[in-house]
């Protein structure tokens, strides 16, 4: 079951489900959250993914630069985004994040995440901008849709992996 704005708002105020927002009111929606990008990386070298994580290699990538007006002008590409906003998820909750369709309008996708219970820290994405022309980007933009999901009980296997608050 996906849990509807007034539950997203109860969760947020109780159980701090979301952090680090920037307004609610106009980033809670009838059935999900709106995401703020905070960082943009570019990729720098290749990454390895095998089964059981050991010869695992998380790709390398470089910070990119806001302008100072805020502005970042992304070239066709693959581009890492991190969010500005910090998710605790309990037990009971999971998540995943699609793109907001001005992002898609623009001629760029994002691939969805999905987070499990457990998951505490900034999600993170990649957006393709597809669009031949690029794209300009303001710093704090909404890009991105947070959907909870209720479990049908509370898990307790939580996320442990290694993500776990590490942009915090």
Known sequence: MIINREQILQRILQDQLITHYQEIKSQLQPAGFDLRVEKVYSFESQGAIDFDNSERKISDAKEMEWESN??????????????????RLPADLAAHTILRSSLMRCGCVMH?????????????????????????????????QMVFHKLAAETDALYEGIHQRENL
Not at 71 to 87: M, R
Not at 114 to 133: H, L, M, R
């Open 70 to 87: 805020g502005w970042l002008e992304l070239k066709p590409g693959t581009y890492k985004v991190q969010f500005a906003e910090e998710v």
């Open 112 to 144: 969805q995440g999905f987070w499990d219970p457990g998951y505490n820290g900034k999600g993170e994405s990649v957006i393709i901008v597809g669009n031949p022309k690029g794209l300009k980007l303001k710093k704090g933009a909404k890009i991105a």
